[in-house]
């Protein structure tokens, strides 16, 4: 496997290509990631073995940009090809994965190269939000065209994916339907809490500030017992601008869930502080509007919430459709839609019986998101690449 970035800070190979060759492994599979670590590069040339996965972070090699990336490109060309591989998987058709694939393309012999897209990089997905310069943009375009085109067999791990990669010219029986999986094993027991607590555990890009504002607020105007409990740190620092707001709202805040606190932002934090979080939460909001970038998402923290066993209230855009089964282990209300958003909330915040219901029925569908499950999917890309 072949990863555009590290296991941190970004996610995709630490929560989803790490956990499916953990999957794999277990199947009998033996699988080496493969890491240029250029955003974390204090792991450059650490080498561990997780959960029966070789994991290999590149060592970094030094010069001007170009050469740099042209070197640490053909370095994870050869040291993949040195395995010895039957397959091999690129995640993102984009930056260093990409790159090695055009160039494996471009030799005489190589193994088949499935590609893996786990978000739209393109026009109205990744491209709007950073702020890559001009070139760089369209070049991550080509980049993702040519990825999707060219790869043996391609996974996707949304359903929007999918019927991008046809409209991109790649054959249906080619496009194999692997969404996220979770790791999250047991549901929380919840704890006695002083106040209702809402759950918001995000990274911000999905909504904007000021439609949250205005769907906390209005909860508050009829439950102003109720507090925010927020997990997470924006891209962009989205953060902030809540904090501020809620500050010049009167409101308490606090990085600690303290009786008096009406807001509690707890940044990241460490994981195995995590569940305690989802234990004194009585209901979890998921606003998630309805544009191109999170159609094509497939969210592991809505995943995890839902194997948790949180009562969730998200907007009906993309897989969330398919995460959530409405009325049944959670609640989805139209896109963009506040008033159905707070009356969905309220309606949870009145019924401690429905929110268990929904909660125990939400950790139980969990097995539909198993990464044991869906490795079966990628054995199934990796037989058609093979053949």
Not at 103 to 128: A, F, K, T
Not at 298 to 322: F, S, T
């Amino acid at each position: 496997m072949l990863g555009p970035f590290g296991l941190r800070p970004r996610g995709t190979m630490s929560v989803r290509a790490l956990p499916l060759a953990q999957s794999l492994v277990r199947r009998g599979h033996h699988v080496t990631l493969i890491l240029p670590p250029w955003q974390n590069p204090e792991a450059a040339g650490q080498i561990a073995v997780r959960g029966g996965v070789m994991v290999e972070n590149m060592p970094l090699p030094r010069g001007v940009p170009g050469w740099f990336h042209a070197r640490l490109t053909g370095a994870m060309v050869r040291r993949a090809l040195s395995l010895r591989p039957d397959v091999i998987h690129a995640f993102k058709p984009k930056a260093y994965a990409g790159l090695s694939h055009w160039l494996l393309e471009h030799l005489p012999r190589h193994p088949p190269v499935v590609v893996d897209s786990d978000d739209w990089e393109g026009p109205g997905g990744w491209n709007d939000l950073n702020p890559y310069p001009a070139p760089l943009k369209r070049f991550f375009t080509w980049q993702e065209r040519w990825g999707l085109t060219h790869g043996a067999a391609v996974t996707v791990a949304s359903r929007a994916l999918e019927t991008l990669a046809w409209a991109a010219g790649v054959p249906p029986e080619r496009v194999f339907y692997l969404p996220n999986g979770t790791t999250w094993k047991t549901p929380v027991e919840l704890v006695p809490h002083e106040r209702p607590t809402l759950l918001l555990y995000t990274r911000f890009f999905e909504f904007g500030v000021p439609r949250l504002w205005r769907i906390v607020q209005q909860i508050r105007a009829q439950r102003p017992e109720a507090r925010l409990l927020v997990v997470g740190r924006g891209f962009f620092a989205e953060e902030e601008t809540l904090l501020r707001l809620a500050r010049q709202a009167g409101w308490h805040v606090s990085d600690a869930l303290t009786p008096q606190a009406d807001l509690v932002y707890v940044g990241w934090g460490a994981a195995e502080k995590l569940r305690g979080y989802f234990a004194q939460s009585d209901v979890a909001l998921y606003p998630f509007n309805d544009t191109l970038i999170n159609r094509t998402k497939c969210p592991v923290k809505l995943l995890d919430l839902l194997a948790a066993g949180l009562p969730v209230v998200g907007d009906a855009v993309g897989q969330l459709r398919e995460a959530i089964r409405h009325g049944e282990s959670g609640l989805l209300v139209p896109p963009e839609d506040d008033a159905a958003f707070v009356a969905g909330v309220l309606s949870l915040l009145d019924d401690k019986s429905r929110r268990r219901a929904l909660g125990q029925r939400a950790a139980a569908d969990r097995k539909r998101f198993s990464w044991d499950a869906l490795a079966e999917i990628a054995s199934a890309a990796y037989r058609l690449a093979a053949a």
